[in-house]
C-alpha cells in the first residue's frame, strides 16, 4: 500500500508559525553558534532597488518537496505583493525545459528583481544563463543545488545548503550512539551522480570503517524513474522488513530521496530498527505524516511542541532512542533566509556579498538555533553550507 503524504495543513502551519516562532529546545541548551570560516571582502554599501521590486519563488511540488512548496508559499502570503511563487515539474529530469521556462517567465517581469529556487534541481543553470543573457542585473539565491558545485558556486550569488560532508561523518557517529551496528543507505544512481551526495556516501563509508560500522550501499528505483514515486515508496515498505530480518534491529537506514522519507520512518519504527536523520533534516519532514501526528491551530509552527509529539509517538512505539533529526527545519528555514535577505537586499537594507548578512538571516529564522555556517570556497563565491545540531527522540 502506498503511504500517504504528510498532510499539507501540517507544513503549511509549520512554514506559517516557523517565521514568527523561536525554535524551543527540548533537551539542553546547544552551544554557541559558529561564525562563517571567511570574511567577504570591503564592499561599497549596497542601494535601494530602483523603483518597486518584486522576488521569484521557484519550488518543487508538494508530491516532490513539501517543505519547500508551504515554506514559499508562506512567504508569498507574508508578502502578498513581492514574493511570485511558481512551481517546476514533478519529473523534472524530463522537463527540464519547463523549468528554465518558469524562471525565465518570473524574469520576463521586469519588476521581478531577484528569484530563488528551492530545490536547484537539474536546469537551474541553463535557466541563470539565459535570465542573464537579458537580465544581467537579476540576483540568484538558491537552496539545495544538485548541479555541479562550482560552476552553481559562480552563478549564483547566494546558495544555502546543508554540509553534506560534515553530514556524511555526523550521521555515522550519531547512528553509533544511537546503538548501531549497521548503516544502511539508499540512493539510485542519478542522485550518485551529484557531486556532494556521492561525496557524503564516500565520507560515510570511511568513517563507518573508522569506527566500526559495516556500511551496506543499496539501490532503490529512481521515482523519476517508469513506476514513479509510488513505485519507489513500495520498494522502502518491503525492503526494509527484508533488511531488518538479514541483519537485524540496530542498523540504521538513510535515505538521499524526500519522497522515501514518510514510509522510511514507518517501516523503521513498525522494524525497530534506527533512523538517524532524513535526506533534507527537519521536524516537519516525513515524521507527521509517517507517526500521524496532528497539530492544532494553536501550535502550529511550534518546532519544540512537534519534536514532543514525535517523541510521544516513538515512546508509544517502544522505540525511543531510536529517531533523530536536526532541530531546525533546514529548508524552511533556508527557503525563508533566502527571501528575506533579497527582499533586503533590494531595500538597501543588506548585502548579497557579506558573509555575516548570510548568517544573520539564517539565524533570524531559527533564533536560539545553533549551527554552523562555513563557505565551499574562501575567496570565490558565497556558497554556503550549514550543519545543525541533531535531537533524538
Not at 533537551?27 to 522576488?55: E, Y
Not at 518537496?65 to 514533478?90: L, N, Q, S, W
Not at 532541530?327 to 533590494?346: G, T, W
Not at 537594507?349 to 545553533?370: C, E, H, N, T
Amino acid at each position: 500500500m502506498t503511504p500517504s503524504r504528510v498532510a499539507t495543513r501540517v507544513l503549511g502551519a509549520c512554514a506559517a508559525l516557523f517565521l514568527a516562532t523561536s525554535i524551543a529546545r527540548a533537551a539542553d541548551p546547544a552551544p554557541a553558534a559558529a561564525t562563517p570560516t571567511a570574511a567577504a571582502p570591503a564592499a561599497a554599501a549596497p542601494k535601494p532597488a530602483a523603483g518597486p521590486f518584486k522576488i521569484g519563488i521557484v519550488t518543487g511540488t508538494v508530491s516532490q518537496g513539501e517543505d519547500e512548496f508551504r515554506a514559499a508559499a508562506t512567504m508569498a502570503e507574508k508578502y502578498p505583493a513581492i514574493v511570485k511563487h511558481v512551481t517546476y515539474p514533478d519529473n523534472f529530469m524530463q522537463e527540464q525545459e519547463t523549468t528554465i521556462s518558469q524562471v525565465a517567465g518570473l524574469a520576463a517581469d521586469p519588476e521581478v528583481k531577484a528569484i530563488v529556487i528551492a530545490q536547484a534541481i537539474p536546469g537551474t543553470m541553463a535557466a541563470i544563463q539565459k535570465v542573464k543573457a537579458n537580465r544581467p542585473d537579476m540576483k540568484f539565491l538558491l537552496v539545495e543545488p544538485h548541479e555541479d558545485v562550482d560552476q552553481i558556486n559562480k552563478a549564483a550569488d547566494v546558495v544555502f545548503n546543508t554540509d553534506n560532508l560534515a553530514r556524511g561523518v555526523n550521521m555515522i557517529n550519531l547512528a553509533k550512539k544511537m546503538g548501531a551496528k549497521k548503516f544502511l543507505h539508499y540512493s539510485f544512481p542519478r542522485h550518485m551522480s551529484m557531486q556532494l551526495l556521492a561525496q557524503r556516501r564516500q565520507k560515510m563509508e570511511e568513517e563507518a570503517k573508522k569506527i566500526g560500522i559495516e556500511f551496506l550501499n543499496v539501490s532503490a528505483p529512481d521515482p523519476m524513474g517508469e513506476g514513479g514515486l509510488p513505485a519507489t515508496q513500495q520498494f522502502v515498505l518491503e525492503d526494509v522488513p527484508r533488511k531488518i530480518a538479514e541483519h537485524g534491529a540496530d542498523i540504521a537506514f538513510f535515505s538521499t530521496n524526500c519522497g522515501m522519507q514518510e514510509p522510511l520512518i514507518r517501516a523503521v519504527l513498525d522494524g525497530g530498527a534506527l533512523y538517524p536523520e532524513q535526506c533534507c533534516p527537519s521536524p516537519t519532514h516525513g515524521y507527521p505524516g509517517a507517526l500521524g501526528i496532528e497539530i492544532p491551530k494553536e501550535k502550529s509552527g511550534d518546532m519544540k511542541f512537534l519534536a514532543d509529539q514525535i517523541r510521544e509517538k516513538v515512546k508509544e512505539a517502544g522505540r525511543s532512542g531510536r529517531f533523530a533529526t536536526w532541530y531546525a527545519p533546514f529548508n524552511i528555514m533556508a527557503i525563508q533566509a533566502a527571501i528575506e535577505l533579497a527582499k533586503a537586499f533590494l531595500e538597501g537594507k543588506a548585502d548579497l556579498q557579506s558573509p555575516s548578512d548570510a548568517k544573520k538571516f539564517l539565524q533570524d529564522q531559527a533564533p536560539g538555533q545553533a549551527f554552523e555556517v562555513n563557505r565551499w570556497n574562501e575567496s570565490v563565491g558565497h556558497f554556503y553550507n550549514v550543519v545543525c545540531e541533531s535531537q533524538i527522540f
